[in-house]
Each structure stands twice: as C-alpha cells, then as structure tokens.
C-alpha cells in the first residue's frame, strides 16, 4: 500500500514537471528546461525510494514505469484543454435583395405593366451587367415620376422583385459612383442619397430600353 501511495505520489510530480516544462518554453531554452524537469524527476523518485526497503527498492524500476503513465496523463490533460471553443456563427450585416422592403420599388413594379421589354439577366452596357441593370431602375423610377429619386437598396429590392436579380447594395453603390456622367443624386432621405438618371443617362436608357 505504501508502495503503490509513493508511486502515485511520484508520477503527479512527474505529471506537474511536464506541465512547467510546457509552461517554460516561451520564456527559457530547450535545454534549460529539460535540465530543470530532469532535476525534478530525480527528486521525485529519490523521494519515493527513501521510504523503502531494500527488498522494494531492487524489486522496483520505477522510471520507465513513472515516465509512461506521466505521459500518458499529460497528453490526455493537454487533449482535453486544447479543446477550442465553438464559434457562435456570425450573421451577415449586409441584407440580400429579397429582404429589402422597399415601397419606392413596389410603386415601381405598378407601372412597369406597360413596360416595352423585360431587363434580360445577360443585359449589358458598354460591357457591364449591373450598369444596364443601374441604367434600367433609374430609367423606370423615372417613368414612375419619382422626381426624388431612388435609393440604392430600391434598385437592388427592384431588380430583385421585377427580374429576380440579385444584386447587393453595395455593388449598386461602386457602379453609381463609376458613372457620374449618367446618374446624379435627386436627393436625400435622412442620411440616405437618392438618385436618377442625368440627361445622358436617360437617353441611354430610352434607347436601350424604351424604342423598339
């Protein structure tokens, strides 16, 4: 019984050398550390053995035993607080096109019943799909005498609601501010810009979108 006490006895200090050598490592040597977890490892087994006979002490080869099972348990303590906690899923602050509640864009859709032709989804202008999509909004809130203009989240809920096309705000915004000759501000709701179409924007839009 005393035996097995003083083994157990052994392998924590062991099990707590391992530890301080993990602890040290960022702070001191390779060396240094080993050197300090050998000093305490023969302290630990000198301290078992002085309580023993000598009929245990020739019957006991403690280290390699000692140094297995203090391993053993290090690794399993270190598996189980490297455990990482679960990241809690981060939701998106940008809403997509099918979320935007727009009534600007509903009154829109009203008027586009006697709309000449659809927005095609591979619509383009002078290469660009989301300019012919920009040109084609502002053209409409327009026609729909939305002499105050419309908001970029008006175009992404109208192209959604109207063609299913999914194109964020912020996209919207890079193409607004890339083509000053064809779209001016109209105006600004609370801290929100409002825009249509300068002349040359419009008559873009009447010839793309309007003649047949």
């Given at each position: 019984?005393?035996?097995?006490?003083?083994?157990?006895?052994?392998?924590?200090?062991?099990?707590?050398?391992?530890?301080?050598?993990?602890?040290?490592?960022?702070?001191?040597?390779?060396?240094?550390?080993?050197?300090?977890?050998?000093?305490?490892?023969?302290?630990?087994?000198?301290?078992?053995?002085?309580?023993?006979?000598?009929?245990?002490?020739?019957?006991?080869?403690?280290?390699?035993?000692?140094?297995?099972?203090?391993?053993?348990?290090?690794?399993?303590?270190?598996?189980?607080?490297?455990?990482?906690?679960?990241?809690?899923?981060?939701?998106?602050?940008?809403?997509?096109?099918?979320?935007?509640?727009?009534?600007?864009?509903?009154?829109?859709?009203?008027?586009?019943?006697?709309?000449?032709?659809?927005?095609?989804?591979?619509?383009?202008?002078?290469?660009?799909?989301?300019?012919?999509?920009?040109?084609?909004?502002?053209?409409?809130?327009?026609?729909?005498?939305?002499?105050?203009?419309?908001?970029?989240?008006?175009?992404?809920?109208?192209?959604?609601?109207?063609?299913?096309?999914?194109?964020?705000?912020?996209?919207?915004?890079?193409?607004?501010?890339?083509?000053?000759?064809?779209?001016?501000q109209a105006g600004k709701e609370n801290r929100t810009k409002t825009y249509l179409l300068t002349d040359a924007g419009m008559k873009l839009f009447c010839d793309k979108f309007v003649k047949v």
């Amino acid at each position: 019984m005393l035996k097995e006490q003083i083994l157990n006895l052994a392998t924590s200090a062991i099990v707590r050398a391992f530890e301080a050598q993990e602890k040290i490592k960022t702070k001191f040597s390779k060396s240094v550390a080993a050197s300090y977890l050998t000093r305490l490892k023969k302290v630990a087994i000198n301290a078992a053995m002085a309580g023993m006979s000598d009929d245990e002490k020739n019957n006991l080869n403690p280290l390699p035993h000692v140094r297995n099972d203090a391993k053993t348990s290090y690794k399993k303590n270190r598996k189980i607080t490297s455990i990482k906690p679960h990241k809690k899923d981060r939701k998106s602050s940008i809403k997509p096109a099918k979320e935007i509640k727009s009534d600007k864009a509903d009154s829109i859709l009203r008027t586009l019943k006697n709309e000449p032709r659809a927005l095609l989804a591979a619509e383009d202008l002078n290469n660009k799909k989301s300019l012919a999509c920009l040109v084609w909004a502002l053209g409409h809130a327009e026609r729909a005498s939305l002499s105050q203009g419309i908001s970029i989240h008006d175009v992404s809920a109208l192209l959604y609601k109207a063609h299913n096309i999914n194109l964020y705000p912020i996209n919207i915004s890079r193409v607004v501010h890339c083509n000053e000759l064809l779209v001016r501000q109209a105006g600004k709701e609370n801290r929100t810009k409002t825009y249509l179409l300068t002349d040359a924007g419009m008559k873009l839009f009447c010839d793309k979108f309007v003649k047949v």
